[in-house]
């Protein structure tokens, strides 16, 4: 299995205050992702990043930024969190290549913001 | 944009009942992955199909891409409670970091 390590696993915020969520990966993945999760929306796509400094935005990715400053690290920091903004959030990665196309999975951070 | 339709999104069933999902949309995919996602965990992919027509099994689910590679279905035999679970499909683009997700089939088998 890849080794991929979110934290926290849980956070409740308040709303205003910024938060800082970490993937980690021990894979060497060359890409990584960072979704919510909402009853009924599925996986949304919040940022990703297609190498170190390399990033890009996702669908859903107002309120939120991104930093890879090393190939095993993504950062997710929401800069003043909101009520809607509480959701489930995971982290992803997938190797480069066609024969590489398996997204890999943290096992979430459930955020709270009150 | 690409969108992916999954159906039913919600289904309940006795064990031993055979179901399918299915995974629709109006795009090409080069190839189309299933996941399954338990609760407090994040989903874990079951299958990758890249040919249109091609069809995968894996013990009690057969996984299958449609000809024109914009839709496929999953179908699970003689289901038991250890099936209950999140099923999501995801489509995959041209290019490597693309993935479109379905909303999810949440499938619940009872005893």
């Known amino acids: 299995d890849a080794g991929i390590t979110q934290s926290p696993r849980h956070k409740v915020t308040e709303t205003g205050t910024p938060v800082t969520l970490r993937c980690h990966q021990t894979e060497n993945h060359r890409y990584m992702y960072w979704y919510r999760q909402d009853p009924g929306h599925g996986l949304r796509l919040i940022h990703y990043s297609y190498g170190v400094k390399d990033t890009d935005k996702g669908e859903v990715s107002d309120g939120y930024s991104v930093s890879r400053s090393k190939t095993e690290d993504f950062l997710l920091t929401l800069e003043s969190a909101t009520s809607s903004q509480t959701s489930v959030y995971f982290c992803?990665?997938?190797?480069?290549?066609?024969?590489?196309?398996?997204?890999?999975f943290g096992q979430g951070t459930r955020l709270t913001v009150v | 944009t690409q969108l992916l339709k999954q159906s039913p999104q919600f289904l309940s069933i006795q064990e031993g009942e055979n179901l399918t999902v299915y995974c629709n949309s109006s795009?090409?995919?080069?190839?189309l992955q299933w996941y399954r996602q338990e609760p407090g965990e994040g989903p874990v992919l079951l299958v990758t199909?890249?040919?249109g027509g091609e069809v995968k099994k894996l013990k009690r689910l057969t996984f299958q891409f449609g000809d024109a590679r914009k839709d496929s279905s999953l179908h699970i035999t003689a289901a038991q409670t250890g099936d209950t679970g999140l099923y999501l499909c995801?489509?995959?683009?041209?290019?490597?970091?693309?993935?479109?997700w379905g909303a999810g089939t949440k499938l619940i088998i009872k005893p």
């Open positions: 199909v890249v040919t």
């Open positions: 992803a990665t997938r190797g480069q290549g066609a024969m590489n196309t398996e997204a890999f």
């Open positions: 995801a489509g995959g683009g041209d290019s490597n970091y693309q993935l479109i």
């Open positions: 795009s090409v995919f080069s190839s």
